[in-house]
């Protein structure tokens, strides 16, 4: 049954490429929302072009969210979603300065593979089954705005429509294997203020409560949260504070990003940072936490398990070896496993070097990636 459409992906890598080379050259970065929307008009006159209906969620922020409604046989059984963020780590102009380019069988650009390539590869699996049939679900393709700095806009909608979904296919890159994502950290991002008491560090220095003294000690106790056998990292990124070179420092802070394998690893590890935060060494001080975003982890369950092996029998079918494989950074497919949703990340064109000027994408992974996810699909249905 998805002969055709394995075989009609098989044909589309060119108008793969260009759309790919469109996408890419469209700057998008997170905050420019003209930019992202624009990412979004392209595929949405992509979809029009294939007859695939689209809807749209405005957001006055961010981007808004497209959806892409292709049929699928199956009607009534619960829709399949292939995800994807529209939105790149890069500045405007970046685009102008490092167009879209092919050199060695490798596509250059920003956000080339994370993850403009996995757009075009889901744009397309979606217009095959709209065009030949064959999908045992409806397929929603969910594209998103707002993924590189946390999702604020779009986990919702996320969450709402993995509530309803059978499975979720997320199109970031492929690992330079080739191989998947079958799990990967979850992060809280944080902000730690801490409060101290000016005085003149020459006339009244014992008057003064110094929070740069106090948050010294606090870095320390939050690093030594880490533990790395677990799987457990807290990083200060960032700090700032005082009021002048003469004066006992009356405000610090520090910008805070824990990692961590499972939600009781979670649970353990803010334990301990709210214990910090609230200790005080430096007498007179204060502080004060606030969670600033956070991703959920994806922890792989049966119904994750059972995804991935469809995945696997599909690239088996064509002939190639995939295995699973754990990844530090976070994503959207975190939101997704932890609604209870069987989910797979990483099924994108293969990449690598993401979020630097020598991000690539493997020109060679894009049909077969793509012939990969249908199978998937139509495998969902035995
Ligand atoms: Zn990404």
Not at 323 to 331: I, K, L, N, Q
Request: aromatic content about 6%; glycine content about 14%.
């Amino acid at each position: 049954m998805t002969a055709p459409v394995t075989a009609w992906l098989a044909e589309q890598q060119g108008a793969m490429l260009a759309l790919l080379e469109e996408l890419v050259n469209i700057d998008s970065g997170s905050y420019d929302k003209a930019g992202v929307d624009a990412v979004g008009e392209r595929l949405r006159r992509f979809f029009e072009e294939q007859g695939v209906p689209t809807s749209a969620i405005r957001n006055e922020a961010y981007g808004d969210v497209l959806k892409a409604h292709a049929s699928g046989g199956g009607g009534g059984n619960k829709p399949i979603v292939l995800m994807g963020h529209r939105d790149t780590v890069f500045p405007k102009g970046e685009a102008a300065r490092r167009p879209f380019r092919i050199e060695g069988g490798r596509a250059y650009g920003p956000g080339v593979c994370d993850m403009k390539g996995g757009l075009v590869l889901n744009a397309f699996v979606l217009a095959a089954y709209h065009r030949f049939g064959g999908a045992p679900a409806p397929l929603i393709g969910l594209f998103t705005s707002d993924e590189e700095i946390g999702s604020p806009a779009c986990r919702p909608v996320i969450e709402e429509t993995a509530r309803e979904a059978r499975a979720v296919f997320n199109s970031e890159p492929g690992r330079p294997s080739g191989n998947v994502v079958t799990g990967r950290k979850g992060g809280v991002f944080m902000r730690l203020e801490v409060f101290g008491k000016a005085a003149h560090s020459g006339g009244n220095y014992a008057e003064g409560r110094s929070a740069i003294g106090e948050l010294a000690h606090k870095i320390a106790a939050l690093h030594a949260v880490t533990d790395l056998e677990r799987g457990t990292t807290v990083n200060v990124g960032l700090v700032a504070g005082g009021q002048s070179v003469n004066t006992v420092a009356p405000h610090a802070e520090a910008q805070i990003d824990l990692r961590y394998v499972t939600p009781p690893d979670r649970a353990d590890a803010m334990a301990r940072i709210e214990a910090v935060v609230n200790g005080a060494t430096v007498p007179g001080t204060s502080a004060r936490l606030e969670i600033k975003g956070e991703f959920y982890p994806l922890v792989q369950d049966e119904g994750s398990r059972r995804l991935f092996e469809a995945y696997r029998a599909a690239m088996g079918e064509l002939g190639l070896a995939v295995e699973g494989e754990f990844a530090g950074g976070c994503a959207d497919s975190g939101f997704t496993a932890s609604v209870g949703c069987p989910t797979i990340c990483a099924v994108g064109p293969v990449g690598g070097r993401a979020h630097s000027p020598e991000e690539y994408l493997e020109v060679a992974s894009l049909a077969p990636r793509a012939q990969a996810m249908a199978l998937a699909i139509a495998g969902l249905g035995r």
